[in-house]
């Protein structure tokens, strides 16, 4: 069940750096907080997922992956906490990075924001990239390249979901991150710089970015990794991260 809304946003304060990228990281205003948005061209980007490193650490950190990158040649371009974890790091649900699954699709139901319903998949197949509910990739069983699974969703069909937690009237306020894809050959990730409650987050997916579906992917712990904005989150310790390397 979802409930439709219109947002009245404050005008958009648009802060571009540099020229023309197939990542482009802007600030935008949501009710008078400032939120930074992301957008990933996939025609020009491909995006990966991390967790561990060769020796089975755990990255944690994006200077940490970022010089194992540079070890290799390559540069970390992007990057967000992506998803979900637990005391060791490892993911709470799905993880699929370079087609293989390292963890599977978790269905449980219950209190916490992951298990708040429905909660979903943010995907990269053949088909672009997608955010689909749990239920909805159970049944589907798509064969993706990368896949990060988190909860609640924020927008889906087009409304916002109706779960507990996006109680448009809650108190609870945290800095929030999510994601989602307005067309397949684009993805948009946005964190907050100040706390706003679930139904604000929501409500700035649907009407200011025109999602039809999104995820919620964590809060408090929420980070950026965006050189273009000069920006290396380093506030708490993380699992999986979601990046785009050249």
């Not at 708040?116 to 064969?143: C, I, M, W």
């Not at 909860?151 to 889906?156: F, I, K, S």
């Not at 009407?207 to 964590?218: K, S, T």
Request: charged letters at 15%.
């Amino acid at each position: 069940m979802v409930v439709h809304r219109v947002l009245r946003l404050m005008p958009v304060l648009v802060v571009f750096a540099g020229c023309a990228r197939a990542v482009e990281c802007a600030n935008d205003v949501l009710n008078g907080a400032t939120v930074t948005v992301c957008r990933v061209d996939l025609g020009h980007e491909q995006m990966q997922l991390f967790w561990r490193d060769t020796a089975g650490q755990a990255y944690q950190r994006f200077e940490v992956l970022r010089d194992a990158l540079a070890e290799n040649g390559r540069t970390l371009e992007f990057a967000m906490n992506g998803g979900m974890y637990k005391p060791d790091f490892s993911p709470v649900g799905l993880f699929v990075s370079d087609g293989r699954e390292l963890n599977p699709l978790n269905r449980h139901t219950g209190p916490g924001n992951f298990s708040q319903q429905p909660n979903g998949v943010f995907l990269v197949d053949s088909h672009g990239a997608r955010v689909l509910t749990t239920e909805e990739y159970a049944q589907e069983k798509p064969q993706p390249r990368l896949a990060t699974q988190s909860g609640p969703m924020l927008v889906h069909q087009g409304g916002i979901t109706t779960s507990p937690v996006m109680a448009p009237h809650s108190q609870s306020r945290r800095i929030r991150n999510g994601v989602c894809a307005p067309s397949p050959a684009q993805a948009v990730f946005v964190v907050t710089a100040s706390a706003v409650t679930f139904y604000e987050f929501a409500e700035y997916f649907l009407d200011r970015q025109h999602c039809a579906e999104a995820l919620y992917l964590d809060g408090s712990i929420s980070s950026l990794y965006a050189p273009q904005l000069g920006r290396a989150d380093h506030w708490f310790n993380m699992g999986p991260i979601i990046g785009v390397v050249r």
